[in-house]
């Protein structure tokens, strides 16, 4: 058996007796992430299930001036009644999610014929004042409809031929079934927890036997320190593999169990294995930068502090990501966590993705994954590793 394969089972044997490091690996590192994003996906879903489809009884003022649009709002399950509270105030304080104010000159413009508004007051960062706003401005919106075409039609004119240009939307999201947005985390969870739980291991294969003084007996072997670097990058590699599909897995099972389809959210056994292989790449990076890093630390605290400024670097691409939702040039497909947060995101929105754009992400993660992985094995050859 090759040396590196003797060092990779010591290790192997190692983790398994040290419950602490295998707990955050794989609680903190594989199912923290799923648990933490299927509990808010499952909160997203009963709020918006809830306020599309309960009764909703709403604060209005000047509902007296249009008794014909109140009428039509009860038959949507949309019951105004009269205040004379300040509306901006209820909403503000969260007494009701949203309200509805008809102008005083309401009637007259209705009868005149010319454009009559109605005021619905929400707050757009409430998700309940959000749902329930665009309630009412559908039903409000088809009852505008019907009385523009019964207004053209008394008058002898074809509804139809004011519709000079209108959009026709044709929504590409196939794979998620249009909630692709809720599934925009998915990738930043993962990539997270891989890199959480390499940190683990890395701060307790290196640091961790420099602080228990198990290093030394190791390298005194008569075998190169790059068969020994190869064995502990080769164990924290295994355990990234089993992170990401155990953290696929439960996202998996997370979204089978949740009422997605009701919020027209599509998942499929299918996408979460594109997922997962479109990140292997990403293992063999991370699993050489953090057995680097940590070769400078002296107690797995501090391997750990500064492992945990990796994490910190980690978010950054991933945010940006999330908030530009933008079409990158090839060239930034070879930069490691952007290209990986990128691709996935197109695949959960159901694009195809082209296979030279994975093997460009995949060389932008194993090239320096090959860099880091020589310059730990240069780490471990020198003496002051033990000496210090």
């Known amino acids: 058996m090759r040396v590196w394969c003797i060092v990779m089972l010591k290790e192997a044997r190692d983790l398994s007796r040290d419950r602490r490091t295998m707990t955050n690996v794989f609680f903190m590192g594989a199912l923290f992430g799923p648990f933490l994003a299927m509990g808010i996906l499952a909160l997203t879903i009963s709020i918006m299930i809830e306020e599309s489809e309960r009764a909703l009884s709403i604060p209005a003022q000047g509902t007296e001036r249009v008794p014909m649009v109140v009428d039509r709002l009860k038959l949507n399950d949309i019951a ?21 104010r008809f102008p005083e000159n309401l009637a007259e413009a209705y009868q005149s014929g010319r454009p009559a508004f109605v005021e619905v007051i929400f707050d757009s960062s409430s998700t309940k004042s959000e749902v329930q706003r665009d309630r009412v401005s559908a039903a409000l919106g088809k009852l505008n409809s019907e009385i523009g075409a019964l207004r053209l039609l008394m008058r002898g004119i074809d509804p139809s031929l004011i519709r000079v240009i209108g959009p026709k939307n044709i929504d590409i999201d196939e794979a998620s079934g249009g909630g692709g947005q809720l599934l925009v985390m998915l990738p930043y969870f993962l990539i997270m927890g891989l890199l959480q739980a390499s940190m683990f291991i890395a701060s307790d294969i290196t640091a961790g036997e420099r602080e228990r003084q198990t290093l030394e007996p190791l390298l005194i072997n008569p075998v190169a320190p790059s068969q020994v670097v190869l064995g502990k990058i080769a164990i924290n590699a295994v355990a990234g593999v089993c992170v990401i599909a155990l953290s696929s897995m439960a996202f998996l099972l997370g979204s089978l169990a949740l ?10 056994p299918r996408l979460f294995l594109q997922v997962a292989i479109g990140l292997l790449p990403l293992v063999f990076l991370v699993a050489p930068l953090m057995t680097f890093l940590g070769c400078f630390a002296k107690t797995v605290r501090e391997a750990q502090t500064w492992l945990s400024v990796v994490l910190i670097v980690a978010v950054i691409p991933s945010v940006l990501q999330i908030i530009m939702q933008v079409r990158v040039d090839d060239f930034w497909l070879l930069v490691p966590l952007w290209s990986q947060q990128y691709l996935v995101n197109g695949v959960l929105k159901g694009a195809e993705i082209a296979p030279y754009a994975w093997l460009l992400s995949a060389l932008g993660s194993l090239i320096p994954g090959f860099i880091f992985a020589a310059m730990a094995s240069r780490q471990y050859s020198k003496p002051r590793l033990i000496l210090a």
């Open 259 to 268: 009422p997605v389809e009701k919020i027209g959210l599509m998942i499929s």
């Open 80 to 100: 105004l009644f009269e205040t004379t509270d300040d509306l901006e105030t209820l909403v503000s304080s969260q007494q009701y999610q949203i309200a509805v």
